[in-house]
């Protein structure tokens, strides 16, 4: 009898396991396909090497000349895709083998197969019944399919990475920061790329000003957004190369569906609440079923990575007797765009809509003498207080390496910190994270350097 | 100049009063010995009394405020001395022990870090209660705290170690844990809730003190005294006319105070920690004296030395001071064994609570009209129900007995009173 048998290992499954296993808990971890799921496999880890490697390649492009290196024949250098991907591979390879390891080092049974759920306490992998205290499913999710008349064009993210040859023009699809992540890495690689979308907007739970940012970003970059065009046969033609939509002729040779998703529900015996597509769970991640969880992108609350982990372990430390309180503003939001973005907590409108008497303090990335020094002063950080107490409601960056700067502004969400905390923290110098201490004494009273 | 005039450790280890009334306004001119204000403490009400002629500069606290030992009460200018040299010297007071102020007789004026005296009665025990952790909060619930006039080292944390967050902070702040509070005072008409005195914390202290530290025993005895309400009869007019009431009381504190002269394990003291008995060769019989405010025990001293009739006026002196809170600390001062007569009100027997750090206590009942058995023959007796109660670890069953023996002997033939 385990005490939890997990379905999927990616990282929401993964790390649970981990977490389960280093507890004493009895563990098995279901796997189909590779252990790490999307993130590590087809998603997270190959999309941002592939993002590093077209960037470095527009920098030589575009810097090395104004950063003092003779010597290269701009007119020369060429993207090669198939090297660069077999540098994401190696990587891929090494992470998943450090996956593994860990779950068997912490005593975590590895059951390779698809999983069935029986009953509240067994799942059944192909011809083997595993009993069970607890259940977490985390399936993740896949893309909905588009029509099949746009068959042959389309590419799914998870293919994304064995395409051997990527056309001229390309079509993404969605609104999220996979799609624009994707439009970016296509359009650095110069590509003709168009983004197209059934929403009025990109970036959903986005702040607006860093969705407006964004959208201006992408207009520079010659990325053409076509909001409130759903990709179905009756708005939509294709002949010969060119995309007919909302009025539009869009140059298109392939088409890359990373807009809706769905969760990967799996078989079950007994009936466990599903909406619109995903699992509905309470705010501990438990199913309809009592002891069963689902958590990652199959409960629809987020298509995060490290919120399916932050779920995974909640779930794990609940089942110990842990009870902590999930906050969904507590975790934080990001993209790898160029520049990256990320936030976390409150944004502006959340702010003003809970009646927050809150104050906005941004600091300029332009008058920042680290991101001067390393070519890319484009972006800002925003801070989020609250008047009365100085609380910190939220924080927004945009930044070459935002997402690691983010983690920062998480500790003072997670810590409750107020701005005269910021302010007082001393930041190394010159780096590109003083721009938090600016912004806090901003918010105190004035920024040093503004 | 300027003298700073702190609340004076006016003995028995008080540390804290009540501001009961103040009888100076900031102005008033006072002379030394003038009443500053009247103060409750846990055991006597009683004026402050000016230590200095001068005029009053300054208040601090009001009325109803518990004020604590070494707390700044009035700051008084002094005439003569005026101007710069003014602060000067008030910083000279602030930084030298004033001289004893006189309330009762010299007294120590404990500064703040001054530790007080080392007297066990009636010391708070929350003073050898360590101070409480300083809670683990964050930052925001820190400054939301202080914002709601919260006690953030109150609120039971949520978060990681158990910090307390804004959420723990806020939830404290609209209901606050009731386990301090049997009642709530909001929508409850069926309870009235008045806010502890000062006596009533002490004796709740003191009583607590004795039942936790002695181990009680009470023996119960009747004792026929037809020929002591003979002799009282008899005097009882011509000393009236001198004033002085000659009760039954005045009787047993005479017998009690001889028959601890004869089994000093009665008028004893254990120190345990010390590994020591203290015999107490001085024999201070206190009275527990019921008054409005609450019991008090007023003490007769040398009760042995006094003859029947200067206890009966003493009792009497007492009362007086105890009934319209005059009674001043050194009246309640160094007891040495407890009589508490509640016969007059009604109760035949009891199980008396000693006066800690005393060895005993003696109740006296109701005196009635009884059938007894005189000779061979069925009399009308008068019987006093007596109730000792001992401190077993000081006083054995042996001595309890005799000792008890002891005063019925005397209140049965008091004529012996005279003998000894």
């Not at chain 1, 409750?416 to 780096?431: F, G, K, L, N, R």
């Not at chain 2, 039954?248 to 008995?277: P, W």
């Amino acid at each position: 009898m385990y005490d939890i048998v997990i379905i999927g290992s990616g990282p929401a499954g993964y790390v649970a396991a981990i977490r389960a296993g280093q507890m004493g808990l009895k563990t098995a971890i279901v796997e189909r396909d590779k252990i790490g799921g999307m993130c590590l496999n087809w998603g997270c880890i190959p999309s941002k090497s592939m993002i590093e490697s077209v960037k470095l390649y527009q920098r030589i492009l575009k810097d090395s000349a104004r950063f003092g290196i003779d010597g290269i024949q701009t007119g020369e250098l060429s993207f090669n895709w198939d090297n660069a991907i077999k540098r994401a591979d190696t990587i891929v390879k090494r992470l998943t083998g450090g996956v593994e390891f860990l779950l068997k080092k912490n005593g975590v049974d590895i059951i390779k197969g698809e999983a069935k759920v029986t009953s509240a306490n067994s799942v059944l992998v192909e011809n083997r019944l595993l009993e069970t205290k607890n259940i977490i499913i985390a399936t993740g999710s896949t893309s909905v399919p588009l029509e099949n008349t746009f068959k042959n064009l389309v590419v799914e993210p998870k293919e994304l990475f064995k395409q051997r040859n990527i056309p001229d023009n390309i079509v993404v699809t969605g609104n999220t920061p996979v799609s624009i992540e994707l439009a970016q890495l296509f359009r650095m690689m110069e590509k003709g790329v168009t983004l197209v979308t059934s929403a009025d907007h990109i970036m959903p739970k986005a702040d607006d000003y860093i969705r407006q940012y964004m959208e201006s970003r992408l207009k520079k970059d010659k990325i053409e957004i076509i909001y409130n065009a759903p990709l179905v046969s009756e708005n939509v033609v294709w002949k010969d190369g060119v995309l007919e939509i909302s009025g539009k002729s869009i140059k298109c040779d392939l088409i890359i569906n990373s807009s809706a998703r769905k969760g990967n529900l799996i078989k079950s015996d007994i009936e466990i609440e599903v909406n619109e597509g995903f699992y509905r769970v309470d705010q501990d991640c438990e199913t309809s079923v009592k002891g069963v969880f689902a958590v990652g992108d199959v409960n629809g609350i987020s298509q995060f990575a490290h919120i399916g982990s932050a779920q995974g372990l909640h779930v794990v430390n609940l089942l110990k007797g842990i009870k902590q309180k999930l906050d969904i503003h507590k975790l934080p939001m990001n993209m790898y765009s160029f520049p990256e973005a990320a936030q976390i907590g409150l944004t502006e409108q959340e702010a003003k809509s809970e009646g927050y008497d809150y104050k906005v303090s941004e600091f300029p990335l332009s008058a920042n003498g680290k991101a001067m020094s390393e070519g890319q002063s484009d972006g800002f950080l925003r801070l989020i207080s609250d008047k009365k107490l100085g609380e910190v409601l939220g924080v927004q960056i945009v930044a070459p390496n935002a997402t690691d700067m983010i983690n920062e502004a998480s500790a003072y969400i997670q810590l409750e910190s107020t701005v005269y905390d910021i302010a007082q923290t001393v930041h190394t110098h010159p780096t590109v994270s003083e721009i938090f201490m600016e912004a806090g004494f901003e918010a105190v009273d004035k920024a040093i350097h503004k | 100049m300027r003298y700073i005039f702190k609340f004076p450790d006016i003995g028995e280890g008080l540390d804290e009063g009540t501001i009961v009334e103040w009888h100076v306004e900031k102005g008033s001119t006072v002379k030394m010995g003038d009443p500053l204000c009247t103060m409750e403490t846990d055991k006597v009400v009683t004026a402050i009394p000016s230590p200095k002629d001068g005029v009053i500069a300054a208040k601090f606290g009001k009325t109803g405020e518990v004020i604590h030992v070494g707390d700044a009460l009035v700051e008084i200018e002094i005439e003569g001395v005026s101007g710069e040299a003014a602060v000067e010297e008030a910083n000279k007071v602030e930084a030298v022990n004033e001289e004893g102020a006189g309330v009762v007789g010299t007294l120590e004026v404990a500064g703040n870090s001054v530790v007080l005296s080392a007297s066990r009665e009636g010391v708070k025990e929350t003073e050898t209660v360590k101070p409480e952790k300083k809670a683990l909060a964050t930052p925001v619930a820190r400054a939301l705290a202080k914002e709601l006039g919260v006690d953030i080292d109150k609120v039971k944390g949520s978060g990681p170690a158990g910090r307390v967050t804004k959420e723990d902070v806020t939830s404290f702040a609209v209901a606050p844990p009731e386990k301090n509070e049997k009642f709530r005072s909001d929508n409850n008409d069926t309870v009235e809730i008045e806010q502890l005195s000062q006596i009533r914390k002490s004796i709740a202290r003191h009583m607590t003190q004795s039942k936790h530290n002695a181990a009680h025993m009470t023996l119960f005895e009747e004792v026929e005294i037809s020929e002591l309400e003979r002799i009282r009869t008899r005097y009882k007019e011509t000393l009236q006319k001198e004033g002085v009431k000659l009760t039954y009381l005045s009787f047993i504190v005479k017998a009690v105070a001889l028959a601890l002269k004869k089994h000093r394990s009665l008028n004893a003291e254990m120190d345990l920690e010390g590994g020591k008995m203290i015999y107490k060769k001085y024999y201070n019989i206190g009275i527990a004296t019921d008054t409005e405010k609450g019991l008090v025990v007023p003490v007769i001293r040398n009760a042995d030395r006094l003859s029947v009739r200067e206890i009966a006026s003493e009792i009497a002196a007492l009362s007086e001071k105890a009934r319209s809170g005059q009674l001043t600390m050194e009246d309640m001062k160094g007891g040495t064994f407890t009589i508490t007569s509640y016969g007059n009100i009604g109760g035949l027997f009891a199980a008396p609570v000693i006066n800690y750090p005393e060895a005993g206590i003696l109740g006296v009942g109701r005196i009635s009209k009884q059938p007894v058995v005189k000779g061979e023959e069925l009399a009308i007796g008068l019987v006093l129900p007596l109730s000792l109660s001992v401190d077993h670890r000081i006083a054995d069953g042996g001595d309890t007995a005799r000792f008890m023996n002891t005063i019925m002997a005397y209140l049965a033939d008091p004529v012996t009173l005279l003998f000894n």
